[in-house]
C-alpha cells in the first residue's frame, strides 16, 4: 500500500478523493481504512446538509417551504464550519431549483465548492432535470449531481446521463411519504412506491441513490429504519437521510453499513447542536470495527 500524508490526492482509476489521514487512501468511491493492523474496512460517511432557499441557508420541516428556519444568511458558514470539523462531503440542495424547476443559486453552489477547499467534496441536487443543467452544475466544481424528479419521470434522462458522465457522476434521489414517491420539491405525492422506482433505478445502470424519508426529515425524531432495510434490499449503495437527531441515530445508521448503507445526512441536528459532526464522523467508524 502506498503511503500517503494528510490532505493528500488518493487517486485511483475512476476517481479522486482525499485522505483523512496516513491511514486512509481511494478505491472506487469510497475511502477505505485500515488502521494501525491494516486490516481493511470501509468508513461510512456522515454528510451535512447545506439547503439553499434565497441564497441563505435554511431548514425545511417535511420540506414544507411554510415551515422554514433561516440559520445562515451566508451558506459559505455552515459550509466552512462543516470543512474545519472534518467533513469530507458535503450535500448541498438548491430548494428554490426543486421548488420551480431551474437552478436559482448557482452563485452561491459556486462560493461554497470554493470555499470548501480541494479536501471536501459538494454533491448538488434541486431541479436539476436536464442534460444542460447536469452540465452547468458539475461546471460549478461539484463532485456528483442529483437527480430527484427527473428519476421518476424522465428515466430517458437518467439513462443518457448516465452514458455521458458516468455512474459515479450522477446519484438519484428517492424521496418517500409513506412508501410513496414524493417529486417536485416533495410538493407532488405519486402512486409509485419507492421500492418499485429503485429497482427501476437499478436496472438502469444506476449504482448510488439518496433516500430521504420525508416523514422524518427535520422532525429530529428518528430515521425510518426499517423502510431504509427495504430500500437497501435492491443492491444499490445507499445515502439515507432523515430524522437523524442524536449520537445515538448515528450509530444506529452505522450498524447497518453491511446491508448497503455507505452514508448519512445530517442537517438540523447539526445546525441546532444537537450532533457533533467531529464525534458523529468518529462514532460512525467506531461502529464499524
Known amino acids: 500500500m502506498e503511503n500517503y500524508r494528510r490532505g493528500d490526492a488518493c487517486v485511483a482509476p475512476t476517481t479522486t478523493v482525499y485522505c483523512l489521514d496516513e491511514r486512509f487512501f481511494q478505491l472506487g468511491s469510497r475511502p477505505r481504512y485500515f488502521g494501525n493492523n491494516l486490516k481493511e474496512r470501509f468508513i461510512l460517511l456522515v454528510i451535512p446538509a447545506v439547503d439553499l432557499l434565497g441564497g441563505q441557508a435554511v431548514r425545511l420541516r417535511q420540506g ?8 445562515f444568511a451566508d451558506p459559505v458558514e455552515p459550509a466552512r464550519l462543516f470543512a474545519g470539523a472534518g467533513a469530507t462531503l458535503l450535500h448541498v440542495v438548491d430548494l428554490d431549483g ?3 424547476g431551474e437552478s436559482r443559486n448557482s452563485p452561491s453552489v459556486r462560493r461554497i465548492v470554493e470555499a470548501a477547499g480541494p479536501t471536501v467534496k459538494v454533491e448538488l441536487g434541486g431541479g436539476i432535470r436536464s442534460l444542460e443543467a447536469i452540465e452547468r452544475s458539475l461546471a460549478l466544481g461539484v463532485i456528483r ?13 437518467l439513462t443518457e446521463a448516465l452514458k455521458r458522465f458516468g455512474s459515479e457522476k450522477i446519484v438519484a434521489g428517492v424521496d418517500a411519504v409513506d412508501g410513496k414517491v414524493a417529486i417536485r420539491g ?10 418499485e ?5 437499478a436496472r438502469l445502470g444506476l449504482q448510488r441513490i439518496i433516500y430521504t424519508d420525508i416523514s422524518t426529515d427535520g422532525m429530529l425524531g428518528g430515521p425510518n429504519l426499517e423502510a431504509l432495510k427495504k430500500i437497501c434490499s435492491v443492491g444499490l449503495k445507499v445515502i439515507a437521510s432523515g430524522g437523524i437527531a442524536e449520537m445515538e441515530h448515528v450509530r444506529e445508521m452505522a450498524r447497518l453499513e453491511g446491508l448497503g448503507v455507505e452514508g448519512m445526512i445530517i442537517g438540523k441536528a447539526l445546525y441546532e447542536g444537537r450532533i457533533d459532526l467531529r464525534a458523529a464522523i468518529e462514532a460512525a467508524a467506531e461502529k464499524q470495527k
Open 197 to 201: 422506482l429503485a429497482g427501476q433505478l
Open 98 to 100: 426543486a421548488f420551480e
Open 186 to 195: 416533495w410538493e407532488q405525492q405519486t402512486a409509485t412506491p419507492a421500492l
Open 64 to 71: 414544507k417551504k411554510t415551515e422554514q428556519t433561516t440559520y
Open 145 to 157: 449531481v442529483i437527480l430527484g424528479t427527473a428519476a421518476l419521470t424522465d428515466p430517458g434522462l
